[in-house]
């Protein structure tokens, strides 16, 4: 937490999700940033804010992960292979905590 003399960000902000995949692919770890919204930002296969395509274990609509004022909280949606952040349903998460979506390691890290 900023100290309180510290002027906060105001108007759209955003927090990066920076995932590696759990797989190297050629050439070395291949990673990539997603700039999440303040609300919620789906997490699926086909269709979300944050979407794996290839990933046959993360369902079409997976997870959800909310964006507040200072926090995260991630959500599954009742995915085939749950969403672990080393709890069942529903949890906060800070900078640095890791997710386990379908094959997928993501990272949370500041924008």
Sequence with gaps: MPPPDEEQPRGDQRVALQFTSVAPREG???EYVYPL??????????????SFPQDGYVS????TITVGEGSLVVKDLGSANGTFVRVNGQAAVTSGDLLLVGEQILRIDPA
């Excluded at 079409?60 to 997870?63: E, G, P, T």
């Design 28 to 30: 070395g770890v291949v």
């Design 37 to 50: 919204k303040v609300g919620d930002n789906l997490v699926g296969r086909g269709t979300g804010d944050v």
């Design 60 to 63: 079409s609509k997976h997870a």
